[in-house]
Nanobody, 122 residues
Framework: QVQLVESGGELVRPGGSLRLSCEAFGRPISMRAMGWFRQAPGKQRAFVAAISMSGTTLYADSVVGRFTISRDNAKNMLYLQMNSLKPEDTAVYHC????????????????WGQGTQVTVSS
């Protein structure tokens, strides 16, 4: 099992940018597929982006061209660069470690972080 801790969420204006970080503890993530999910108020948790062990990426249609997922296995870190943010991006963002990927399905992911709040508002 790997422990995941997200950071970087904050209040940002529409059109702004944020970079979320996810630090892994306990085990290396180099042999794990990784993903970002988000949960908006009153909605179910939804897939955002995923990255395989080899670096292949997958994105939700709503974030294509605006968000970029990346990983630094040497630092045991996962990142999500978010540009051109919109109010509908407001949510708690969770990182997760999976078995294979990139994959958009939650059952693939066994370890989850507590999340970091992103609020996009003027």
């Amino acid at each position: 099992q790997v422990q995941l801790v997200e950071s970087g969420g904050e209040l940002v204006r529409p059109g702004g940018s944020l970079r979320l970080s996810c630090e892994a503890f306990g085990r290396p993530i180099s042999m794990r597929a990784m993903g970002w999910f988000r949960q908006a108020p009153g909605k179910q948790r939804a897939f955002v982006a995923a990255i395989s062990m080899s670096g292949t990426t997958l994105y939700a249609d709503s974030v294509v061209g605006r968000f970029t997922i990346s990983r630094d296995n040497a630092k045991n870190m996962l990142y999500l660069q978010m540009n051109s943010l919109k109010p509908e991006d407001t949510a708690v963002y969770h990182c997760a470690a999976g078995l294979q990927g990139p994959d958009y399905t939650e059952p693939n992911y066994r370890d989850w972080g507590q999340g970091t709040q992103v609020t996009v508002s003027s």
